[in-house]
């Protein structure tokens, strides 16, 4: 499905790779994207690709979207304009057995999801969102609450995460969920498990090269590996703030986790 220009509208599923191979391009225009689960750069045992390349875009996606990749490879890049990119789960560059990329290149961007998210990874997989520039804000949970060590606060799994099985016999290895921001002042919103965590033989690592930056999240997080894991947060200048409201967090390895927090620039409060 190409569209070469015009303020668009779709609805249904378009991009998604289910056991085939599936491509969306839009040109240009100010384009409404609402679509359903298993869309806009979704593979699933196949190869899903969405690409718009200029305007200010909204897009409503539900489930396995904006570059999923499960047991398959999922992608979605949008070039230019101030986007509002919404998913529910297994969204926003995130891979099981298989790749989920989501590419930005510019503009002041809104990401909000729920669940696996925002560069997150499963088994054998690798999720990655890469916002190259523009103040963007990424947010993520509100779907599953981390009950019963917390009645009132949410999993995020996500900006940054990956995560494995659990079983003290073995269990299964992880993937490796990155996000990566080239420069803007950001926000990063999370609560459980997210902004550079990770869970049982894996790797999470966020990236944030420039900018003022807000780190925001509850516990499991800002470099937290939980373990036999590794999670990396870089941010590399601005005056930055980090805050988490419970522990587990800046730069904490547990039962062989190791984690790693670098600040290189800044006047900066933790």
Not at 99 to 114: C, N, P, S, W
Not at 160 to 172: A, I, K, L, N
Not at 211 to 231: E, I, L, V
Request: hydrophobic letters at 35%; glycine letters at 20%; proline letters at 1%.
């Amino acid at each position: 499905c190409i569209g070469f220009g015009g303020d668009d509208t779709y609805r249904g599923r378009f991009g998604a790779g289910a056991g085939y191979a599936s491509v969306l391009g839009d040109v240009s225009g100010d384009d409404e994207y609402l679509v359903t689960d298993l869309a806009m750069g979704a593979g699933l045992l196949g190869v899903g690709i969405a690409l718009d390349l200029d305007g200010n875009d909204v897009v409503r996606s539900r489930s396995l979207s904006l570059g999923c990749g499960i047991a398959g490879v999922g992608v979605y890049e949008d070039r230019k304009g101030y986007d509002m990119v919404r998913g529910v789960a297994l969204t926003q560059g995130f891979g099981m057995f298989g790749i989920g990329l989501l590419f930005d290149h510019e503009g002041k961007d809104v990401y909000t999801a729920g669940l696996y998210g925002q560069g997150s990874a499963r088994t054998q997989g690798f999720g990655w969102l890469v916002d190259r520039e523009g103040e963007d804000t990424y947010r993520i949970g509100g779907v599953i609450l981390n009950a019963p060590l917390f009645p009132d606060v949410h999993y995020s799994f996500g900006q940054g995460y990956g995560s494995g099985y659990r079983e003290d016999t073995g269990g299964v290895s992880g993937g490796v969920g990155l996000l990566t921001d080239g420069k803007g002042d950001d926000a990063y919103i999370g609560e459980t498990y997210c902004q550079a965590a990770s869970y049982w033989f894996s790797l999470g690592s966020l990236y944030d090269r420039s900018g003022h930056d807000t780190y925001s999240a509850y516990h499991y997080s800002q470099a937290s590996a939980m373990h036999a894991t590794a999670a990396y947060l870089f941010d590399l200048a601005g005056d930055d703030a980090y805050a988490a409201k419970l522990g587990a967090s800046h730069a904490i390895g547990h039962d062989y986790g190791v984690a790693f927090l670098l600040d290189r620039a800044g006047n900066d409060l933790y």
